[in-house]
């Protein structure tokens, strides 16, 4: 999957829609807080990392909206070529060990 797919594909989006997002991307594996979403949109607010705007939602509720800044896909990317590096090598360590049990 390219970064550029997975980053905030989806543009601007309130909070509960980006819990909702990676709740069903993940196949409701990761199951996302208010109590731990809000607080981290915050500190990437303070961090320059996303932006917001006030809006109304598609229920016609007041709602914030955060879209990703070019400095936020900046650390995006960055983040998840790490990401990519760890993953894979905790992939190829574990292989020997899964077909040595067989």
């Given amino acids: 999957m390219s970064w550029r797919r997975f980053s ?14 990676i709740e069903r991307r993940s196949e409701e594996v990761l199951q996302v807080g208010h109590g731990s979403l809000y607080p981290a949109l915050q500190r990437l607010l303070q961090s ?11 229920n016609n ?15 995006l990317y960055a983040e998840t070529s790490k990401w990519h590096r760890l993953s894979s090598a905790i992939a190829r360590i574990l292989a020997p060990m899964a077909e040595e049990k067989l």
């Fill in 61 to 75: 509720r007041k709602a914030r909206f955060y879209r990703l800044t070019a400095k936020g896909r900046k650390q």
């Fill in 48 to 58: 320059e990392m996303i932006a917001a705007n006030d809006g109304v939602s598609e």
């Fill in 8 to 21: 905030w594909s989806w543009g601007r989006a309130h909070g509960h829609a980006i819990a909702r997002s």
